[in-house]
């Protein structure tokens, strides 16, 4: 009887970290070199919001990406994994991922920045969608290179950007609501990493 209550307590204190879904890279090693040609390592680190600052940490985030946080993917105790990429000691950029829902299931959009900020990659490890060859085509991908934060200022959920330079991204399947999806997935990886590193 006392083994079978220490299970059942062991398992209350572990909801918390089911229920959380973080996103990492499925093969780091090979991941980070593939992102960052010439890098000699890196070091993870790993992030929650109810730790940093809770619900107005949560309030300001939401604030930055125009949309509310909600479901398996977006709770407040979500861990995020954050790569600190090197050459030799130098830090020359980083990777974060997010989990995204899309359409027809989930979405795993990884960036990689360097340290102001601006996207050197955008990489899917997963995506879910009828139109998933579009989306993954370096023609699509490409598009967003050299942007950040600051370039998504005027995209909002449900919004189009109707100036700057998100206002030329093409979208490879314009009936398919993925593209939104994949939007705010970008958006939302770029406020997370202002946060978390404050670029």
Not at 43 to 64: C, D, F, P, V
Not at 70 to 83: A, C, M, Q, R
Not at 119 to 145: E, G
Not at 176 to 190: H, S
Request: proline share 4%.
């Amino acid at each position: 009887m006392k083994r079978l209550l220490l299970i059942l307590g062991v398992a209350f204190f572990m909801l918390p970290l089911w229920a959380a879904v973080g996103c990492d890279l499925n093969d780091p090693d090979k991941d980070v070199a593939r992102l960052f040609p010439g890098s000699t390592g890196y070091k993870t680190s790993y992030k929650n919001i109810s730790r940093e600052g809770g619900k107005n940490l949560l309030t300001k985030l939401e604030n930055a990406l125009g949309d509310k946080f909600s479901g398996l993917y977006e709770s407040i105790d979500v861990p995020y994994t954050l790569y600190s990429v090197y050459r030799d000691k130098v830090l020359i950029g980083y990777i974060h991922g997010v989990n995204q829902k899309g359409k027809y299931g989930g979405l795993q959009i990884f960036l990689s920045l360097d340290t102001n900020g601006k996207i050197i990659n955008m990489y899917f490890q997963k995506i879910s969608s009828r139109n998933t060859k579009l989306f993954k085509s370096a023609s699509f991908t490409d598009q967003f290179k050299g942007l950040n934060l600051s370039d998504f200022a005027g995209w909002n959920v449900g919004k189009a950007q109707s100036s700057g330079k998100l206002a030329s991204i093409k979208n490879p399947a314009p009936n398919d609501p993925d593209f939104a999806a994949i939007m705010r997935g970008l958006k939302k990886n770029l406020v997370l990493m202002q946060h978390f590193t404050g670029k």
